[in-house]
């Protein structure tokens, strides 16, 4: 099974600036995918963004991208221009058929 | 929003009653799972089964059971609900394979008294 740590449990960004959110991740598989997963108060759980561990490349979907560091075990999201609607608690679990969830960092967004 | 579902949204009761949440999804994915949240904390995993028959415990101990008679309906019942149980529910469903997503419901919040 994959453990994942989340070391920020809170963070702030101005509305239209830009936030990184850290996640580091510990697995002894071969092949795994990494995602994020945003919770807005209230709301459900939504998939961000995902990246899968062969992939070298950084994914990236609109405002949204990551900074994926196989070797460190790092996996980092990267907010820009933020929103007020970005305001959430983000999760980053890792998968090879176990999802673990950690902590969770809550962005606020302010205005 | 995914088409799965959480019935009730909320839900409060007394110590000692018999409760069954209940879960749906109409995307036909094998995988489903529950999970206890308290507000703002990290989801446990405390249920999930791989399709029709099969389900599995987590990794948090959990007093509840689960049923997979349907693929699309994956019911969590506490047989005696204490105190210890307030908190927030969440199912979710994925297709089969670890690079899939998993797709959650709004969820239930419960409250024993």
């Known amino acids: 099974a994959q453990t994942v740590t989340q070391s920020q449990p809170e963070m702030s960004v101005q509305e239209a600036e830009t936030v990184t959110l850290s996640c580091t991740y510990d697995t002894s598989e071969s092949d795994y995918y990494l995602f994020w997963y945003k919770q807005p108060p209230s709301r459900q759980m939504i998939l961000v963004i995902r990246q899968e561990a062969y992939k070298q490349q950084n994914a990236t979907e609109n405002r949204f991208s990551v900074n994926f560091q196989k070797a460190a075990k790092s996996f980092s999201l990267k907010i820009s221009d933020s929103q007020l609607g970005d305001a959430a608690m983000y999760f980053c679990p890792a998968n090879n058929n176990d999802m673990r969830f950690g902590a969770g960092t809550r962005l606020t967004v302010k205005p | 929003e995914a088409d799965i579902y959480q019935t009730p949204r909320y839900l409060v009761i007394g110590t000692g009653k018999k409760i069954t949440l209940e879960c749906s999804q109409t995307m036909g994915h094998d995988k489903m799972y529950w999970y206890q949240q308290d507000p703002g904390m990290e989801l446990h995993l405390i249920h999930y089964?791989?399709?029709?028959?099969?389900?599995e415990k987590g990794d948090l101990s959990s007093e509840s059971t689960v049923s997979r008679i349907r693929t699309e309906h994956f019911p969590l019942t506490l047989e005696s609900a204490r105190p210890s149980h307030t908190s927030q529910y969440l199912c979710?469903?994925?297709?089969?394979?670890?690079?899939?997503?998993?797709?959650f419901g709004p969820g239930t919040r419960l409250t024993v008294t």
């Open positions: 979710a469903s994925s297709e089969p394979g670890f690079s899939y997503e998993q797709y």
């Open positions: 089964s791989y399709g029709v028959n099969s389900t």
